[in-house]
């Protein structure tokens, strides 16, 4: 196949019907394209979180730079300050954060959960005290969908329950069931416009029974796309992709999967080959604040004293501004000094290396050739890394929860 998968060959047009089509199948793994309102996406792909209306350290223009096509924001950060209602006013988050293309919001259910001692959960939904004021707020269903209505999100998720970890079997089922039932809520509360999206969310923890319950439920509502929620909570990788070996063969293949919160450069090369098309994680850009660059040959600490005098780029195949303009001794210069630059040059970068690792996996779907591409980028990193084991660049010590999104 000659199209070129990272610029699809149909034209956007505002008003696009939503949808998603496979290019190429590569054993469980798919190459697509995501049709918008806002344009097309074209899949696998990553999505850089934009948390509170902005991708952490980068201007919108840099953003597009690197090959990025979509982004996330965060419904609770983004109601809480400067609020859904102001954004609205301001004519959506698209023109807000200068990001015309599509946006996909979260539900807020993730941050809400895990604000612990400040929320308290029913039935009917979650009351929580805002973690910048103390201030009292309330997210249902039904008002998580409207806020993210309000902010003009592409695809909007449903609002869920993100089941804690560890947790007992009859806690992870009760869990699960109720995320089924705001499930159903969250998409009679939705607005189905031409070209918007809304996915619904399986959960069900580690066990194959209840993620396989899950599914049944989110299908017999029916959705435009599914994301598998509630992983890369503390499972660790092997389970984290026993659970998509058993729940990905589930979903309906002519709807895009996303998988939420994943991942590290290995768990996205993991996910692709399982039949996942959409991720997103503060990794790249969390690691690029502190220091930390991913590369074709693994992962670099620029704040690590051997690149004190190293006028070679931080990765000789990347193409991104740190890498053409500046050596490994500026940006370890740039971080000692504490200046503002290392973590913008370097979260620009790793968010380019993100979005080259995805390229390239579409690329190998489309020529047959998954396999033996995934084998050669592990290998590479591996022999970057000598003989140590790859470094699992996770969230820092002490990292409180809420930092995960953000
Ligand atoms: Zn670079």
Same mark, same amino acid.
């Given at each position: ?9 149909? $034209? ?11 290019? %190429?199948?590569? #054993? ?57 209602? *102001?954004?609205?006013?301001? #004519?959506?988050?698209?023109? =807000? ?12 259910? =993730? ?38 209505? %309000?902010?003009?999100?592409? /695809? ?33 509360? =939705? ?10 969310? @399986? ?11 899950? @599914? ?6 029916? =959705? ?8 890369? @909570? ?17 979903? $309906? ?9 994943? #991942? ?32 074709? *040959? ?10 004190? #005098? ?11 501004? %740190? ?12 971080? *000692? ?21 995805? *390229?390239?996996?579409?690329? %190998? /779907? ?10 050669? @980028? ?29």
């Amino acid at each position: 196949m000659s199209q070129d998968v990272c610029r699809p060959a149909v $034209p956007a047009s505002s008003g696009d019907a939503f949808g998603w089509e496979s290019v %190429a199948q590569d #054993g469980a793994a798919r190459a697509g394209v995501m049709r918008t309102a806002h344009g097309p996406v074209a899949t696998p792909v990553f999505m850089p979180v934009g948390t509170a209306g902005t991708v952490k350290a980068m201007a919108a223009d840099t953003v597009r730079s690197t090959g990025a096509t979509i982004v996330l924001g965060n419904t609770y950060h983004l109601m809480l300050r400067p609020g859904a209602e *102001r954004v609205q006013a301001l #004519g959506g988050l698209h023109p =807000f954060m200068d990001w015309p293309g599509p946006i996909l919001t979260d539900s807020g259910g =993730f941050q809400v959960m895990s604000l612990g001692a400040l929320r308290t959960l029913d039935a009917d939904g979650v009351t929580f005290r805002s973690h910048l004021d103390g201030s009292r707020h309330r997210l249902t269903p039904e008002r998580s969908i409207r806020i993210q209505h %309000a902010l003009d999100a592409t /695809i909007t998720m449903a609002f869920d329950e993100c089941t804690p970890y560890p947790a007992t079997p009859e806690q992870v089922a009760a869990s699960m069931r109720l995320s089924m039932r705001w499930a159903e809520r969250s998409r009679q509360a =939705f607005v189905a416009r031409r070209g918007y999206a809304m996915f619904g969310i @399986v959960q069900g923890g580690t066990d194959a029974g209840l993620r396989a319950e899950s @599914v049944a439920a989110l299908r017999e509502i029916g =959705f435009e796309g599914y994301a598998v929620g509630g992983l890369a @909570v503390g499972e660790g990788q092997a389970e984290m992709l026993r659970v998509l070996d058993a729940t990905v063969p589930l979903l $309906p293949a002519d709807r895009p999967r996303y998988l939420m919160g994943v #991942g590290t450069p290995d768990d996205l090369v993991a996910g692709v080959a399982r039949g996942i098309d959409m991720f997103d994680c503060v990794m790249p850009t969390r690691a690029g604040r502190t220091a930390r660059a991913y590369t074709a *040959r693994g992962v670099l600490n620029l704040r690590n004293a051997r690149h004190a #005098g190293d006028p070679g780029p931080v990765d000789a195949a990347c193409g991104c501004t %740190a890498c053409r303009r500046h050596s490994r001794a500026y940006l370890h210069h740039l971080f *000692r000094a504490g200046e503002m630059l290392g973590p913008m040059l370097l979260s620009e970068h790793n968010i380019r290396y993100y979005q080259d690792l995805m *390229r390239g996996l579409r690329e %190998a /779907i489309v020529r047959g050739e998954l396999a033996a591409h995934s084998a050669h @980028v592990r290998a590479v990193w591996q022999e970057g890394q000598g003989s140590a084991p790859l470094p699992e660049v996770g969230d820092p010590p002490g990292a409180a929860p809420l930092d995960r999104h953000t």
